[in-house]
């Protein structure tokens, strides 16, 4: 008997089968045990471990392909996000680091993968919405501007407490540009100084006052960002998603004191969270219309698509780079499939992009943003070897010296921002030299980065760990107002004890167990990741671009963030995971959207990169999507798919 045989006869054998959960049960809760310094008598391991039993149990039983891969990617991903957070410690450990980050790799694997298989297999199938025709339109209708009207109406509370906004430090300098202040800068997007500007000057038109002026801005913030929110909603209602979990959405939307308070804040972190949201919900449309079968890109979508993808890339510096990682993808999508007009306009969007941040800035004199801006994570790190007192050679101190005094930069480095380093070269230093002499530092960085690695994985774990571990959390709701060169003055329209109790109210999620998951961007991120899991096991292939931009988002600021854990940086990742909740269990099959009727046998079932693929072995009761549908009308199979097979045949059939 060969040795592969050996082993799979002890794995299949009664014996293992039945001792395996219980061996993972008991290292899993050890790690999560000795990861939370329970104590050897803790009770609580032994509980945690009799509970985990049935789950490995479930999730050793045979597993569709999709599941088991999905599984084990979710895995790897949630066990790095939670053993990295003690990286630092287990440095510290010396002769135990080997045993605690076996215990800690080996337990949280076997968990999250165990966890991941499970829920798969019990949402794969699942559906949120039904079959049939879309609603009328008139109906479409009152569902937008009626979750719109809830959504103003649940805002407006902040916004009268607020008044006429909250303006920080960013808000102002916006502000004074868009009056004519201060020198136009793209350090803030100039796109939002210019929509600044629009409203801003027609409150001081219509009411001759700061005051409301920066409200009219507000107001026209508040409804673009309800009629945002209120798109998905309508999408979903228009794909016949059941009333209940389009219920929830608008909840969340509506009664979420951060959707309220950043309603009315002057930032440009919110204009971005409504264009990120409304270009994803346009692309999900389009690749709905296009399994669908539908052979051309309504107006209204292409208009959308080209208008929202213009402002991804100009409303953020990080938009761009969100937006050409999913143009990567799409570019693959659209010559498989012939796709060219949606590959077009989604180009034609970057191309405007770029000529308006290059050429058109540059001809108008815009001032380009600081060159520390985007160096936040470098900085960070040659900051971290600098505060070690590590060994630099005479060469490379002399170029740092150029830059700002060695002590100062030790002095003015925090592990959790890059804001002091950066302020302080900004006040004190020169920042001009590291633009003129950028092939230098790059070979300083790659330098110090070969001999002090753990510097650098420690710095980057300080400068990023609120945006993957879930138990972090940082302010939220901004805690100044500037008036600087305006006579503004905060005016609130509630009586003070009102407004107490609605700060408070704000503040409920630092109190209440699983409310504070909400404001959690660990969390968020998580989420994020088992959605793109259940859309690739529910067979959703071509819709996981839907995730790209938020991912991208997401992934930029690992690179660029400079601080570990910003909420509102993240804002728009916050507003757009409704839909990335909702795409895996949307399906098309017996759906009728824009007058197109799904066929048969749902498009999901007939992606390119899956057609040679022989039908997986299923679990018995197992639902599935790609079962033929009962209802026999014919519909134009998908052009592409069918290119697989003979003409004649299909005619035939």
């Given at each position: ?333 659209c010559v498989r499939l012939r796709q060219y007009l949606l590959l077009g306009i ?109 510097d650098y994985l420690i710095a980057l774990l300080h400068a990023t760990y609120g ?187």
């Open positions: 008997m060969t040795l592969k045989e050996r082993i799979s006869a002890f794995t299949g054998s009664d014996g293992f089968r039945k001792a395996a959960p219980v061996v993972c049960a008991m290292l899993s809760s050890a790690a999560f045990a000795r990861f939370f310094t329970f104590s050897t008598a803790q009770i609580f391991t032994l509980l945690f471990a009799l509970v985990l039993i049935p789950m490995f149990r479930t999730a050793m039983q045979p597993k569709e392909q999709k599941v088991r891969i999905a599984s084990v990617l979710c895995g790897v991903f949630f066990t790095l996000a939670t053993f990295l957070i003690k990286y630092e410690w287990l440095t510290l450990q010396e002769n135990h680091a080997g045993r605690y980050s076996l215990i800690f790799v080996s337990g949280f694997m076997l968990f999250y993968t165990a966890l991941s298989a499970v829920l798969f297999e019990r949402l794969h199938g699942f559906r949120l919405n039904t079959p049939g025709a879309e609603p009328p339109r008139q109906k479409r209708i009152a569902v937008f501007f009626g979750s719109a009207a809830v959504m103003f109406l649940c805002w407006l509370p902040y916004f009268l407490m607020l008044f006429p906004g909250d303006l920080t430090w960013d808000s102002i300098d916006e502000l004074n540009q868009a009056a004519g202040n201060f020198e136009l800068s793209n350090h803030h997007p100039i796109a939002q100084t210019v929509v600044i500007k629009f409203f801003y000057s027609i409150g001081k038109a219509l009411f001759e006052d700061d005051n409301r002026a920066v409200a009219t801005y507000c107001v026209a913030q508040m409804l673009m960002l309800a009629f945002a929110f209120s798109y998905l909603i309508v999408t979903l209602y228009r794909m016949r998603v059941k009333k209940l979990p389009i219920a929830c959405v608008l909840a969340c939307y509506a009664l979420l004191s951060y959707n309220g308070t950043y309603s009315t804040t002057v930032w440009k972190d919110i204009p971005f969270a409504i264009l990120v949201l409304s270009f994803s919900v346009t692309l999900w449309r389009i690749l709905i219309r296009h399994k669908q079968g539908a052979e051309k890109m309504p107006l209204f979508e292409a208009v959308m698509l080209f208008l929202t993808g213009t402002g991804v890339c100009l409303f953020r510096s990080n938009g761009m780079y969100a937006y050409m990682l999913l143009l990567l993808f799409l570019v693959i999508f989604s180009c034609a969007a970057l191309v405007v992009g770029l000529i308006v941040k290059g050429p058109v800035y540059n001809a108008l004199g815009i001032k380009k943003p600081e060159t520390l801006e985007s160096l936040a994570m470098p900085q960070q790190m040659i900051g971290a070897v600098l505060s070690h007192g590590r060994e630099l050679s005479a060469e490379q101190l002399e170029l740092i010296s150029h830059v700002g005094d060695i002590e100062g930069i030790k002095a003015h480095y925090y592990p959790q921002s890059a804001d002091g380093i950066k302020c302080y070269i900004w006040d004190e230093g020169n920042e001009d030299y590291i633009a003129e002499h950028k092939g230098e530092f790059l070979k300083l960085w790659i330098d110090l980065g070969k001999k002090y690695p753990q945006y993957w571990y879930p138990d972090v959390q940082n302010w939220v709701y901004a805690s100044e107002f500037r008036s600087d060169n305006f006579q503004l003055f905060k005016d609130p329209k509630l009586s003070p004890e009102t407004s107490e109790k609605l700060k408070d109210f704000r503040e409920q999620y630092h109190e209440y167990y699983f409310l504070g998951l909400f404001w959690s961007i660990g969390t968020a991120v998580w989420v994020a990741v088992f959605m793109m899991g259940a859309a690739y096991v529910n067979r959703k292939f071509r819709m996981l671009l839907i995730f790209l931009p938020a991912m991208g988002i997401w992934g930029t600021l690992l690179i660029a963030a400079p601080v570990f854990a910003e909420f509102r940086y993240m804002y728009s990742f916050f507003s757009t995971l409704p839909l990335l909740c909702a795409v895996p269990f949307v399906s098309i099959e017996g759906l009728s959207f824009n007058g197109k009727t799904a066929a048969a046998v749902p498009a999901d079932q007939a992606e390119p990169e899956q057609e040679s693929e022989k039908a997986e072995e299923k679990p018995a009761g197992a639902a599935d999507e790609n079962a033929e549908a009962a209802a026999p009308a014919p519909v134009k199979p998908d052009v592409p798919a069918a290119k697989k097979q003979p003409a004649k045949k299909k005619k035939k059939k």
